[in-house]
């Protein structure tokens, strides 16, 4: 059974950084895409980066730049490097297995607010 949870999410500051951590059981993480989402208060989840089987990324226009996904085969772990925080990036995060079908974690809080 494939269980993906997540934790790092915390209240920051504008400006300041978060890494969210994917720790992954029941499934080999390097064999599969894995992405991060977020969800916001009355908004729809949305996607935010991607880190592909080969090791490629992608990334949303919103967090080009601040943002920094990668996977750490070792740890069977995907992370999310937050850097530059602003209030629109406050939401739940989720990470997902990009398969059919596919799994997702409970997501963890982040909270962007001085």
């Known amino acids: 059974q494939v269980r993906l949870v997540e934790s790092g999410g915390d209240l920051v500051q504008p400006g300041g950084s978060l890494r969210l951590s994917c720790a992954a059981s029941?499934?080999?993480?390097?064999?599969?895409?894995m992405g991060w989402y977020r969800q916001a208060p009355g908004k729809e989840r949305e996607l935010v980066a991607q880190?592909?089987?080969?090791?490629?990324?992608y990334y949303a226009d919103s967090v080009k730049g601040r943002f920094t996904i990668s996977r750490d085969n070792s740890k069977n772990t995907v992370y999310l490097q937050m850097n530059s925080l602003k209030g629109e990036d406050a939401a739940v995060y989720y990470c997902?297995?990009?398969?059919?079908?596919?799994?997702w974690g409970q997501g963890t809080q982040v909270t962007v607010s001085s």
């Open positions: 029941g499934s080999i993480l390097s064999r599969y895409t």
């Open positions: 997902k297995q990009e398969t059919m079908p596919p799994y």
């Open positions: 880190i592909l089987r080969s090791g490629f990324t």
